[in-house]
């Protein structure tokens, strides 16, 4: 922390500008070090200065640039920075930082000025973590979700848990060691409901985790059927690209093909799997043992079914295979004649729950508005324009506030069995804790490092 650290910010690829930062105590004297222009050490903060970085030793120009200077705490870091503004070629921005660390600054590591931010105070670890979550944001909702945690939605919730919960816990410390002034009559019942809010709260905030980790993440979507039903066409129109190969000849997929999708800014990981069918061919009997492994790996389903024809064993063979996941049943060709069974169908399905059935065409981009609205509804996703619901953003927080919520149905416990009030305390304390890990006001050396070293660099 008492070292000054520098690195190349922008993306490590030629551009129209690249930046250069400089964080620490002696950012200032060491940019203005390698600057020529206006004295860096002088200017007033958040101004930008016009001028060339030099190196001196062999007397030559490096860049014609601009100097931003920003003075602690009212920067990123709360320490001293400079950021200079290059051109934007990787041959300038390598040269020109290997000017500033020969100057005293030392290389930065990955995400260690956003480490600094968190270690100086200026963001607590769930913002730190949504600042990566922003720049590997896909969708708009993902961004609004990143910057909604990055403004503190999430921290300001923590931290009202975290005093209604002290609160409780040193009204009972003092009426356990000031009983003639502090009165535990009918408290129980009175820190039962309190508690109560507290879970309704956590469990609130955790049950939008699944359907914000599927956004966030991908929605394992697996495209199934016998042959010759459509699906690679369906794959191929979904991404917009020729991805899969297609032709009349039923077996032409003969392995799951991949492609991560954005369907309305619904992020999916589809799988193209080959046909499900009885054959002798050994190649194509891999592809099905590979199509019935990637069915049990995912959180969607679309199961084509030839909609001209009527349904076969083998279609409802695929059904019984399909394990207990939101599932969409895709007629296709039905445009042609529609002669399969509804009845049929929908008693193969009733046992089955949250799925839907539809009529679709693998050519027509209205069944790509279709299938994002039923995707919708099935995973409860709820409005899209509306962030602020999706509070957790990743398993560490998640397991944290489980948790807390766990540590609290404890204190609801020893109320219900009427044990001692000393009890309480100790569990209310544990909430307490874990709350603080999820927004770092309670953390491990080692648990910072974890998080931060998946940051890219520069940030």
Do not use: W
């Amino acid at each position: 922390m008492s070292d000054t650290i520098a690195a190349i910010s922008t993306g490590m690829s030629d551009a129209g500008i690249g930046v250069i930062r400089i964080s620490g105590d002696q950012a200032l004297s060491i940019a203005d070090s390698v600057f020529d222009g206006a004295d860096l050490t002088k200017c007033k903060p958040n101004t930008v200065h016009y001028g060339h970085l030099v190196d001196v030793d062999h007397g030559e120009i490096v860049d014609e640039v601009y100097a931003l200077v920003f003075h602690g705490p009212k920067s990123y870091t709360r320490e001293d920075i400079v950021e200079f503004d290059c051109h934007g070629g990787m041959r300038v921005l390598r040269d020109a930082l290997s000017l500033i660390y020969r100057a005293g600054a030392r290389p930065a590591e990955a995400g260690e000025f956003t480490k600094r931010a968190f270690l100086n105070g200026r963001i607590d670890l769930s913002q730190s973590e949504s600042v990566m979550d922003l720049i590997h944001s896909r969708t708009s909702f993902e961004r609004k979700v990143s910057l909604s945690h990055l403004n503190g939605n999430l921290s300001k919730r923590i931290h009202d848990l975290r005093d209604r919960i002290l609160h409780e816990a040193a009204f009972l410390e003092a009426a356990l060691d000031d009983p003639e002034h502090y009165s535990l009559e009918g408290y129980p019942k009175e820190l039962d409901q309190k508690v109560k809010n507290c879970m309704d709260e956590i469990h609130a905030m955790l049950s939008s985790y699944q359907q914000g980790s599927l956004l966030k993440n991908g929605i394992r979507t697996a495209i199934v059927g016998r042959p010759n039903v459509g699906k690679s066409s369906l794959l191929n129109l979904l991404s917009g690209k020729d991805r899969a190969i297609v032709t009349d000849i039923p077996g032409t997929t003969r392995d799951v093909l991949e492609e991560e999708i954005l369907l309305n800014d619904i992020p999916l990981l589809m799988m193209d799997t080959a046909g499900i069918h009885e054959t002798d061919d050994l190649v194509e009997k891999i592809g099905v043992k590979r199509s019935l492994e990637a069915l049990k790996n995912a959180d969607l389903v679309l199961f084509l079914i030839d909609g001209s024809r009527p349904l076969s064993e083998e279609d409802l063979s695929i059904l019984s295979e399909i394990p207990s996941v939101p599932t969409l049943i895709l007629f296709t060709k039905s445009d042609l004649k529609t002669c399969v069974d509804r009845e049929q169908l929908k008693d193969a399905l009733a046992n089955r729950q949250n799925y839907r059935i539809l009529e679709v065409n693998c050519h027509d981009e209205e069944t790509v508005s279709i299938l994002s609205k039923e995707i919708q509804d099935l995973f409860l996703l709820g409005n899209l324009q509306n962030p602020d619901q999706y509070l957790i953003s990743n398993d560490r927080q998640k397991y944290d506030m489980e948790e807390a919520e766990k540590s609290l149905g404890l204190v609801r416990k020893s109320i219900e069995d009427q044990m001692s009030e000393d009890f309480y305390t100790s569990d209310l304390m544990d909430a307490y804790r874990y709350l603080g890990y999820v927004i770092g006001e309670e953390v491990e050396d080692d648990l910072v490092d974890k998080v931060f070293s998946d940051f890219c660099m520069g940030k």
